[in-house]
């Protein structure tokens, strides 16, 4: 089993829909969890960081947390064209190295 | 605010040069800094961590001698790629973190091509 596991891809949704990203993660121990967005041939850019259980917002982003199911989602509301990249799940193992997802790629159509 | 630098942004150069790699951090003091590399269409891939005044540790595969990581101050590593040969070609990454559960801030990546 990988330890950080995303939904496969590609994932396309139109202008202004709502795209969902799932995550699950197999250390039960691991308390950081990231989000970032990497264009292509570009290096990856921090979206959201989440620590506790729950939802937090920032702008059109949306990460939700559940340590219990080992689960990270990360919703994108009112989706833009430049939304368009590969989306990482990553997770700090506990010798606080990343651990990244395959990553799921999103378009967002016009 | 968690600007990480990175130069060059690409090198090209012929096969045994070594080519040296910067990553700083502008706005804040990285404990840790962390080099990966990574292929087209491929995941990336970590190489080394390392720690201010200390030793880098390397992932199982990446040869020390190869691949040269110094991080003398809280804002500076380099990696040293040397004898690059046209293997060696790929987006090198430096990230940097300033305590161990805040996120790391990638540099923009250098894309080192060896001819």
């Known amino acids: 089993q990988k330890e950080v596991e995303q939904n496969s891809g590609p994932l396309s949704v139109p202008e202004g829909a709502i795209a969902s990203l799932n995550c699950t993660y197999s250390?039960?121990?691991?308390?950081?969890f990231f989000w970032y967005r990497q264009y292509s041939g570009k290096s990856p850019e921090l979206i959201m960081s989440i620590y506790s259980n729950g939802d937090k917002e920032d702008g059109r982003f949306t990460a939700q947390l559940n340590k219990a199911s080992q689960y990270v989602s990360l919703l994108i509301r009112d989706s833009q064209p430049s939304d368009s990249a590969t989306y990482l799940c990553a997770v700090n193992s506990n010798d606080y190295k990343l651990s990244f997802g395959a990553g799921t790629t999103v378009t967002v159509r016009a | 605010g968690a600007v990480v630098s990175q130069h060059p942004s690409w090198v090209i150069c012929k096969s045994g040069t070594s080519v040296k790699i910067e990553c700083r951090s502008l706005d804040f003091q990285a404990t840790t800094m962390f080099w990966y590399r990574q292929f087209p269409k491929q995941s990336l891939m970590l190489m080394a961590t390392?720690?201010?005044?200390?030793?880098?540790?390397?992932e199982q595969g990446v040869e020390k001698d190869k691949f040269l990581i110094n991080h003398a101050s809280l804002t500076l590593s380099t990696l040293t790629v040397t004898s690059a040969h046209p293997e060696d070609s790929s987006f090198y990454i430096c990230?940097?973190?300033?305590?161990?559960?805040?996120?790391?801030?990638f540099g923009d990546g250098t894309r080192l091509s060896i001819l």
């Open positions: 390392s720690n201010e005044g200390s030793k880098a540790t390397y």
């Open positions: 250390d039960r121990v691991s308390q950081s």
């Open positions: 990230s940097a973190r300033e305590q161990n559960d805040q996120p790391q801030h």
